[in-house]
Every structure is written in C-alpha cells, then in structure tokens.
Antibody
Framework: QIQLQESGPGLVKSSETLSLTCTVS????????WTWIRQPPGKGLEWIGY???????NFNPSLESRVTISVDTSKNQFSLNLSSVTAADTALYYC??????????WGQGTLVTVSS | DVQMTQSPSSLSASVGDRVTITCQAS??????LNWYQQKPGKAPKLLIY???NLEAGVPSRFSGSGSGTDFSFTISSLQPEDIATYYC??????????FGGGTRVEIK
C-alpha cells in the first residue's frame, strides 16, 4: 500500500523560502503525477501544482511565480519550494498522488507557520 | 478559473437520514468532478471520481451524480462515522484545479 510522508521545517520566516519534501514508500514514484495541496487553518483546500515523474509541471497561476516543484526518482521523493512567503502562506501542506486528475493517496499533512 | 460553489456550507442531520450536498460549477465541466471526505485532523480521502464512480473500498451509501454545471453528492443513510467536511473538485480546467468551499456535516 503506497504511503506518502511530508517533511520539512514547521516554521519559516516571512520573505524566506518554504521547502518541503514528500517521500513515497510502498510503490514507485515513476509513472504517476504528484501534487501539493494546502489548507490554511480552518479553511478549504487550495491546489498548488503537480509534477510528472519525468519532471513536467503545472502550477496554480495564483502561485506560479513563487513555486518550484521537483522530483528525485532515485530517492522516490518530490519537493516543493515556495519563495517570498508571507503570513498568508501559513497552512497545512499535503502531498498526494494524482491518478487521472483525482487525488487518490494523501500524506498526513505538515503544518507550516510563517513568522514575522 | 472554474469556480465551484458548494451548498450548504454546513448541515446537521440525524443518524439514518439521507443527506445531499450540491456543487455548482461556473462553467460546463462535463463529468470532470471528484468528491472527498475530510475528517477532523485527517487528510482528505477520495470517495467519488468522474462525478459518479465510487472509489474502491468506499461504502455504497455514498453516491454522486450530475454533469455539466450541476452536481450532487448523497449519503443515503447518515452514520456517526460520516461526520466530516466534504469537498468537490473539478479537473476540466487544469489551470487551476479547483475545490469547492466545503460542506461540514454534523450529527443532530
């Protein structure tokens, strides 16, 4: 059974870069799309972007200028970088697998707080 | 962007009740809609894909229907373990993929 686990700092300073990694276990990262989704405390879900195992990406236009998503197939990991963060980027960040544009496996999520 | 409007934003029902949530898209999205359940403190879970297909392992009391701009999600007999927030998600327009605002379901 495939599992995903987010990791990274839980606290990031305003104007700096948020960096998270998602480790995939129980299956290969190859052959699939992988995505990042976030959820501000008490609010709804916002799609950030996705990456194909080959490296092709697609981002939410509202975040595109600040987002990088990369993949490391040798480590079965993919990563998120979000630059120039503000308090509005404080959220629970989820990684998930994408199958035909549905998110069928999710990590447990990791809370990132942006401090001033 | 395709805007997804869910209603109601919250509801309270009794165990055994039939519960229906609606999701309206701002543009025609064919059947390109998925439904998720998010229990408190947990990650969302896929329940329905392509508007009406039940994900493997999901109880049959959950169902979805609709196409174009109007969709519905139904719990035929509400159970205590169904307490959660439910989200719709469209994938007809990939830039961006968008979710509805969520419907919080509580037990009366």
């Amino acid at each position: 059974q495939i599992q995903l686990q987010e990791s990274g700092p839980g606290l990031v300073k305003s104007s700096e870069t948020l960096s998270l990694t998602c480790t995939v276990s129980g299956g290969s990262i190859s052959g699939y799309y992988w995505t990042w989704i976030r959820q501000p405390p008490g609010k709804g879900l916002e799609w950030i972007g996705y990456i194909y195992y080959s490296g092709r990406t697609n981002f939410n236009p509202s975040l595109e200028s600040r987002v990088t998503i990369s993949v490391d197939t040798s480590k079965n990991q993919f990563s998120l970088n979000l630059s120039s963060v503000t308090a509005a980027d404080t959220a629970l960040y989820y990684c998930a697998r994408v199958v035909r544009f549905r998110f069928d496996r999710w990590g447990q999520g990791t809370l990132v707080t942006v401090s001033s | 962007d395709v805007q997804m409007t869910q209603s109601p934003s919250s509801l309270s029902a009794s165990v055994g009740d039939r519960v229906t949530i609606t999701c309206q898209a701002s543009d025609d999205i064919s059947n390109h809609l998925n439904w998720y359940q998010q229990k408190p403190g947990k990650a969302p879970k896929l329940l329905i894909y392509d508007a009406s297909n039940l994900e493997a392992g999901v109880p049959s009391r959950f169902s979805g229907s609709g196409s174009g701009t109007d969709f519905s999600f139904t719990i035929s007999s509400l159970q205590p373990e169904d307490i959660a927030t439910y989200y719709c998600q469209q994938y007809d327009n990939l830039r961006p993929l968008t979710f509805g605002g969520g419907t919080r379901v509580e037990i009366k």
